[in-house]
Structures are given as structure tokens and as C-alpha cells.
């Protein structure tokens, strides 16, 4: 692995099913973040963790949920799929929340029907 | 509220300059980082300002004037991979960082 990766890369799910999209990071970056890019709006935070054991809540945080078990990985769940949830979800890692650059995951392309 | 302009789209011809501008409020002040992205790709980082003036990477040269709350990223010598979204954001006083919806560049031959 060679920095961030993520799954699946696309999905067509039917509304109320539950979907885990997975995060796994081989840079051990203590900071790592859920986004959310719907066109033409700009990247809105989900959620976050600044380090292993702990998360926050970002701008748009209902019907999301994530936990962050150790360093490496980060996956988020959407427990009950609503159409609204239909975006491009990318997840992101920084060394920590002060340092500049954030690294992106390729995305995940969610339909949700 | 926190906010970040840029322009939707811009077009710009190939080997000239083009400017893309952005304005925010924010509550707090961390950085400015502009990202380029292409389409169906993640964000790749640009440039970072957090002090005013110019930073200037080869092609690619960005500015930031806080009192004004307002930044630029200047591209020269403009290429056809130069084709891209570029993203605007802003790191609050939360570390959070704020993103703009991002200004779409056409470059034509």
C-alpha cells in the first residue's frame, strides 16, 4: 500500500441497507478525515479523528458514524442509506490536525437508490 | 457563518497567465492551502500561505492578504493538464479546515 486507499471505489446501494466504506492509510498519520463533495458545493467534513481512539463530528455528521480502532484505519458507516447520502466520499490523512497538507484517498462514488 | 468564494468557472488560453481569486470568512485563522483536482480524482495539495505575500513553486504562485480575508493562486505558462478544479480552503480555529466549491479551469489551445 502507498498512501491512502479506499473502498470500494463505487456502489449502487438500496435506500435503508447499511454500508461500511473503508480507509486504510500506510503513512501512520495521526489525523485522518471522512468528506463529502456533492457538485457544486464545496468538500464538507464528516467526521474526524485527530488520533487513534478518539473522533469528532464535522459539519455534516448525521447518518454517519466512524471509529478509529487504530492508527492505520478509518471506516465509515452509514447505518440506514437515505438518497441524500448520494456523493463522492473521500477520505483524507494528515501527521496531525496542526500540520499543513492533507493526503486524499482516491474516493468512493456512493448511489444510494 | 464561515464562507469561501472563488469563481464557478474560468477560461484561460494555452502558454498565457490566469489568476483565480478567493475570499472567506472564517472564525479563526490557520493557513490558506489551495488544492488542484481533476476530474473523477482526489484533491492534490498546491500551496500553503499563513503569513502575507507570495509564495511562489515554479509555474505555480499563490498570495494571501488576511486583513482582506482574500488569496490568489496564479498560474503561468498555462498547459492543457493545467485543466483542472482548483480548491480553495481555509484552516480555522478548530484546525478544520473550510473548503470553497472550487473554480473549474478550461484551458484551450
Known amino acids: 500500500i502507498a498512501g491512502i486507499t479506499q473502498a470500494p471505489t463505487s456502489q449502487i446501494l438500496a435506500a435503508g441497507r447499511r454500508m461500511t466504506l473503508r480507509c486504510t492509510q500506510d503513512?501512520?498519520?495521526?489525523?485522518m478525515y471522512w468528506y463529502r463533495q456533492d457538485l457544486g458545493l464545496g468538500l464538507r467534513l464528516i467526521h474526524y479523528?485527530?488520533?487513534?481512539?478518539?473522533?469528532g463530528k464535522g459539519e455534516v455528521p448525521d447518518g454517519y458514524s466512524v471509529s478509529r480502532a487504530n492508527t492505520d484505519d478509518f471506516p465509515l458507516t452509514l447505518a440506514s442509506a437515505v438518497p441524500s447520502q448520494t456523493s463522492v466520499y473521500f477520505c483524507?490523512?494528515?501527521?496531525?490536525?496542526?500540520?499543513?497538507?492533507?493526503?486524499f484517498g482516491p474516493g468512493t462514488r456512493l448511489t444510494v437508490l | 457563518g464561515q464562507n469561501i468564494d472563488q469563481p464557478t468557472e474560468m477560461t484561460a488560453t494555452e502558454g498565457a497567465i490566469v489568476q483565480i481569486n478567493c475570499t472567506y470568512q472564517?472564525?479563526?485563522?490557520?493557513?490558506l492551502f489551495w488544492y488542484q483536482q481533476h476530474a473523477g480524482e482526489a484533491p492534490t495539495f498546491l500551496s500553503y500561505?499563513?503569513l502575507d505575500g507570495l509564495e511562489e513553486k515554479g509555474r505555480f504562485s499563490s498570495f494571501l492578504s488576511r486583513s482582506k480575508g482574500y488569496s490568489y493562486l496564479l498560474l503561468k505558462e498555462l498547459q492543457m493538464k493545467d485543466s483542472a478544479s482548483y480548491l480553495c480552503?481555509?484552516?480555522?480555529?478548530?484546525?478544520?479546515?473550510?473548503w470553497g466549491a472550487g473554480t473549474k479551469l478550461i484551458i484551450k489551445p
Open positions: 483524507a490523512s494528515s501527521d496531525s490536525k496542526e500540520v499543513n497538507e492533507q493526503f
Open positions: 503513512m501512520r498519520h495521526n489525523a
Open positions: 479523528s485527530n488520533t487513534a481512539g478518539t473522533t
Open positions: 472564517t472564525s479563526g485563522f490557520n493557513g
Open positions: 500561505n499563513v
Open positions: 480552503a481555509v484552516k480555522d480555529s478548530n484546525y478544520q479546515l473550510i
